[in-house]
């Protein structure tokens, strides 16, 4: 005789208790229920009253605005990079040098 299949739900019962021995092996000793007394899905932290803890609006005296100046773009102020050369395809290249100058001019790489 063939051997007989364990249902699903065996499966799923058995899983569950060996999850179960793991956690209590692991020191857990069970923690909140993320559900709630109908099963739905609740938090685990308390929500403060807002009615309650109102505070008076301060005045808008007594802010003070930032200055809302915009900072000043990077410029290129060196002498490293000589000039910009546009090979085949539009495809710019740095120039920091005489030979690369005159290589980009016979088109040959470095």
């Known amino acids: 005789m063939p051997k007989r299949k364990t249902s699903k739900a ?13 956690l209590a092996s692991m020191g857990y ?11 739905r899905r609740k938090g685990i932290y308390e929500l403060p009253d807002l009615q309650k803890d ?11 605005a930032g200055n809302g100046n915009k900072t000043e773009s990077q410029k ?4 490293y990079v000589k000039g910009i050369a546009t090979t085949h395809k539009s495809n710019s290249v740095p ?16």
């Open 29 to 39: 000793k069970g923690g909140k229920s993320l559900r709630g007394k109908h099963g």
């Open 76 to 79: 290129y102020t060196g002498d």
């Open 95 to 110: 120039i920091t040098s005489r030979e690369q100058a005159i290589q980009v001019a016979q088109m040959r790489r470095s």
């Open 10 to 22: 065996q499966k799923l019962q058995s899983a569950k208790a060996e999850h179960e021995a793991w």
């Open 54 to 64: 109102l505070r008076p609006m301060p005045a808008t005296s007594d802010k003070i």
